[in-house]
């Protein structure tokens, strides 16, 4: 039974960071792609970054140069380091492994995304 956990959310202040940590189980950790999706109230889910199976990483250009996406093979614990927070980055953050290993760099499509965490909430306040 594959398992994703999200946790390190909270409430900070504009211009603080936060990390959140996935920590998978139940999957060949190694060979998925793991990603962050995040949905604020009224809004659809949408993609934030992901780190492939080879490494490589994609991320949105609303956060790219704030946040940075990194993974732990060995531990099967995926990390999404947030800086630099704003209010609108408040939402549910989810955790998602994608197993296709259709590409070394991964996927936006959450249809792609097989399995997914119940969420973490992050509120960045003004």
């Known amino acids: 039974q594959v398992q994703l956990v999200e946790s390190g959310g909270g409430l900070v202040q504009a211009g603080g960071s936060l990390r959140l940590s996935c920590a998978a189980s139940g999957l060949t950790f190694s060979r998925y792609t793991m990603g962050w999706f995040r949905q604020a109230p009224g809004k659809k889910r949408e993609f934030v970054t992901a780190?492939?199976?080879?490494?490589?990483?994609r991320y949105a250009n609303s956060v790219k140069g704030r946040f940075t996406i990194s993974r732990d093979n060995i531990a099967s614990l995926v990390y999404l380091q947030m800086s630099s927070l704003k209010p609108e980055d408040t939402a549910v953050y989810y955790c998602?492994?994608?197993?296709?290993?259709?590409?070394?760099?991964?996927?936006?499509?959450?249809?792609?995304?097989?399995?997914w965490g119940q969420g973490t909430q992050v509120t960045v306040s003004a």
């Open positions: 998602a492994a994608d197993g296709s290993r259709s590409s070394v760099v991964p996927t936006f499509t959450e249809a792609t995304y097989d399995y």
């Open positions: 780190i492939s199976w080879a490494g490589g990483t």
